[in-house]
């Protein structure tokens, strides 16, 4: 492994202007890093990747590099790219354990973050560090958000949120596991409490539904709750998947590991809103995918599906006659997910677009004084490095914002 870590940094042209950094959301200085590590400066080389992206090693192991730093690798035009995720992996891997940060001196303020996902961590990290009392609020028994609850063990690890937890608790942050905001206590009862400023970085927990007969039989889940504990459930030996993202592959590819034989997934485009690479894990381990249909009825024993027509621009729509049945022991939907409201709905002042996605602007600050939000609650079902860049401007805000109300 390492030596092919170290073959693969040695590919680096060191670009001057280097397409890798610009291709990466979060900007990573991958050709800086890749030399310093070659130079024999692996901790400097780590601490370039975390100061950039606390995120990093997590990042480096889901993001989808074939479009980002690894699909502008000018090296790629003409061959294969750098393998740059497997280099920021060995590095940030490494690095993470031996991190430590000097003491800080507390400021006496506390920041509230409700939510554990990457968007609360990173909040939760960069705060820390300036001297704030922080407090993590987190429904579930275990942080991560949708790092630990719905990307499977198979592509992320869990043992490197466990390490995640011990870094935040290693710097003061104190874990309210198992405490949802909204419920016996809310955000109201916080600044009563004395928090200076609160975060809200929820996610979007809540399925999104076809609104067709059948969601609610026995055998029909929805893609996020399924992948929250998949060895609860019963599925039988076919299962058919209805949407063809990333979820749905991930659900695909955790059910043929928990003993389902057949999996397809439907798609009414064969454009697949999942990536590349994972359409492909996918095909490889097994999965079929039908593609041009559009669900229309779930019954006990499988889904009808009617085959849709494309004119050529893009419109989809039914082929009268064609509709039939696809047999399967269950059925799981994976259509993307939208917010819960249990925050919104117990808070005054805070604003929510269409979606009941929370209304901010570019800093993150919500409709009310002191809240502030960042990651999927705010944009939609994005991604990690998305969630984590947006926060660091976040934090930011909230820094400024409590630096002012502690000066006024
Ligand atoms: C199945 C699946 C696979 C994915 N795969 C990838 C991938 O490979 N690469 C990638 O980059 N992105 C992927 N994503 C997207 C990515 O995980 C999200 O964009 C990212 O996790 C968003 O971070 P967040 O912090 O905003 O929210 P989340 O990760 O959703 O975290 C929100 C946290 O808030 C908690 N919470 C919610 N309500 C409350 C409350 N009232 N009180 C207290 N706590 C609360 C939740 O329990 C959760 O822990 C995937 C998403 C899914 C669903």
Redesign the pocket.
Known sequence: MAIHVIDEAKRCLNCKKPMCREGCPIHTPIPDMIHTFLEGDINEAGRMLFENNPMSMI?SL???HENQCEGHCVLGRKGSPVHISSIENYISDYYFDRLKFPPVEKNGMKAGI???????ITIALILARRGYDITI????ER?????????PEF?LPKTILARYKRKLWEMGIKIRPN?????TIGIDDMFRDGYSAIFI?????KPNTLHIKGETLGNVHF??NY?TNPSVYRLGESLNIIGAG??AM?VARTALRHGVRQVTVFSRSDHLAASPHEVEYAKIDGVEFVVHVEPTEIVDDGVYFVELDCDGHGNLSPIRGTEKLYPADSTIIAIS?GP?N??VSTTSGLDVNERGLLVTNTFGETTRDGIFA????VRG???????VAYSKQVADAMDKYMRELGDS
């Open positions: 990042c889901i993001c989808n409700i939510g554990s996902g990457p968007a609360g609020f987190e429904s579930r942080i991560g958000g949708v790092l630990q609850y719905g990307i592509r405490t949802s905001i909204g419920m970085g929820t996610g979007v927990w893609a996020i992948l990333n979820s991930d997910q819960q249990r925050i960042s990651g999927d609650v079902a994005k991604t990690v490095v998305e969630a």
